[in-house]
Structures are given as C-alpha cells and as structure tokens.
C-alpha cells in the first residue's frame, strides 16, 4: 500500500495529462525512503461523468483524491507525503485553475490490517532487485 485514486470531472479530460499525474504521485511515494513499500503503490484515477457542482451554472471542475495507506506510518511521514502530493497536484492543474472554476481537494486514511486481504508477487521483484 499506499492507494491513490483520483477522481475528475469529464471536462478535464482533454485539457490534462491524468496519467502523467498518476505517475508523479508514484514517483513522490517512491521517494520517501522507503515509507511505502514500492510494489504495494497503486494509483489510479476514475472519470467522472455525472456530476453537479455549486449551482451548476458554468462550467464548473473539481479533482479529488484519496491516498488510502497501511497503518504503521507517523504522522510526520504521512503530512510529508500528502504535503508532497497535494503541490504536485497543484502545479499540475495550474493552467486550468486560471482559466476555469476549478476545485482541487485531497484526503488520506489509513486501512485497518482486519477485514484486509493481499495476494501480490510485485513485492518479490523488488526484494530481489535490492539484493542485487
């Protein structure tokens, strides 16, 4: 773990890069000295189709996300990380933000080890590779 799920309204689609998003958030998880494990990272993020937003009278658009992670981790580590990811965010819709109404917003929880199951071979390569 961590999970990063991004959700966006549809009338960004053509104006930003979401995967290229995707890939900075995983790039600044990797980053973090081995806070998070990097086969448990997954980002992924969900178009929104229906949506209404304030009083639905522009063209409103907003871009929420969730780092969902494993317990385990200080707050400290957790505030660096979310701090890290939130800036990325930011930089990387600045050019709608001033041009359009744009809300962007950002969350984190921590999933409980009960009631949590993991099959996952990705750990594997990457113990391998650091005994390389």
């Known amino acids: 773990m961590p999970h990063f799920v991004l959700e966006y309204t549809d009338n960004l689609k053509d104006e930003v890069d979401i995967r290229a998003l995707l890939k900075k958030v995983n790039d600044v998880l990797i980053a973090q000295?081995?806070?998070?494990?990097?086969?448990?990272?997954?980002?992924?993020?969900?178009?929104?189709?229906?949506?209404?937003?304030?009083?639905?009278?522009?063209?409103?658009?907003f871009v929420?996300?969730?780092?969902?992670?494993?317990?385990?981790?200080?707050?400290?580590?957790?505030?660096?990380?979310?701090?890290?990811?939130?800036?990325?965010?930011?930089?990387?819709?600045?050019?709608?933000?001033?041009?359009?109404?744009?809300?962007?917003?950002?969350?984190?929880?921590e999933f409980s080890e009960t009631g949590t199951y993991k099959h996952n071979n990705v750990h594997a390569r990457f113990k391998d590779r650091a005994k390389r």
């Open 33 to 61: 000295n081995g806070v998070f494990p990097i086969g448990g990272i997954r980002s992924r993020a969900i178009e929104l189709n229906h949506y209404v937003m304030s009083d639905d009278e522009e063209d409103y658009a």
């Open 64 to 109: 929420h996300a969730s780092l969902k992670v494993g317990s385990g981790r200080t707050k400290e580590q957790l505030k660096r990380a979310c701090d890290e990811i939130f800036e990325i965010m930011k930089a990387h819709f600045s050019q709608q933000f001033e041009h359009r109404y744009l809300a962007l917003s950002m969350e984190y929880g």
